[in-house]
């Protein structure tokens, strides 16, 4: 780990519609964090997931979901404070498998200090699929939320007026 004190992880397959929504996010922080902050696109196994988070005090998770709500809906979960939601236990979900690593790392007392996991309900999975706009304008308030959090972690993060 380098000196960044949070891990924001950006989550899907590009060229796979609504899956980029992860990656989407972490583009649209670029500039926008401060050094404490590590930005990372990622699809990967959960266990490198799981790995790449060691030693940071705060990990922040960003990806598609399919739970069946309307697509762009956004799902927040502090997940050091309680289990996911089982709805998000599927394939089509960040990363498959995901979900359930956070789960195990959590019975193996391997959890972050603090995790949170945003969820971007998707409809557009397969690839060469276009991203649908509920999707894409969600990444952006996906990213907002993140640079708020940032703040709350008393990590100092800049939004710019610049929306993408």
């Known amino acids: 780990m380098d000196e960044a004190s949070v891990l924001v992880i950006g989550v899907g397959v590009s060229k796979h519609g609504d899956s980029s929504a992860g990656k989407w996010v972490i583009k ?10 590590r930005l990372m696109e990622q ?3 959960p266990a490198f997931l799981l790995e ?4 940071y005090s705060a990990v922040i998770l960003a990806g598609a979901v399919l739970s069946g709500a309307k697509p762009g809906t956004l799902f927040r979960f502090e ?9 998000f ?7 498959p498998g995901l979900f359930e690593g956070i ?28 991203m649908a706009e509920d999707v894409k304008a ?5 990213a907002e939320r993140i640079l708020l959090d940032l703040r709350h972690l008393s990590v100092p993060a800049v ?3 610049d929306r993408g």
Do not use: C
């Open 28 to 37: 649209r922080l670029m500039g926008k964090t401060a050094p404490g902050v």
């Open 43 to 45: 699809v990967s196994d």
């Open 52 to 55: 790449a988070w060691r030693g």
């Open 79 to 87: 997940a050091q404070k309680k289990h996911l939601p089982p709805v």
């Open 89 to 95: 236990f599927s394939k089509k979900t960040l990363v």
């Open 103 to 130: 789960e195990q790392a959590r019975v193996e007392g391997s959890l972050p200090p603090r995790l949170i996991v945003y969820g971007i309900e998707g409809k557009r999975f397969k690839e060469g699929d276009k």
């Open 138 to 142: 969600a990444t952006l308030n996906v």
């Open 159 to 161: 939004l710019t007026a």
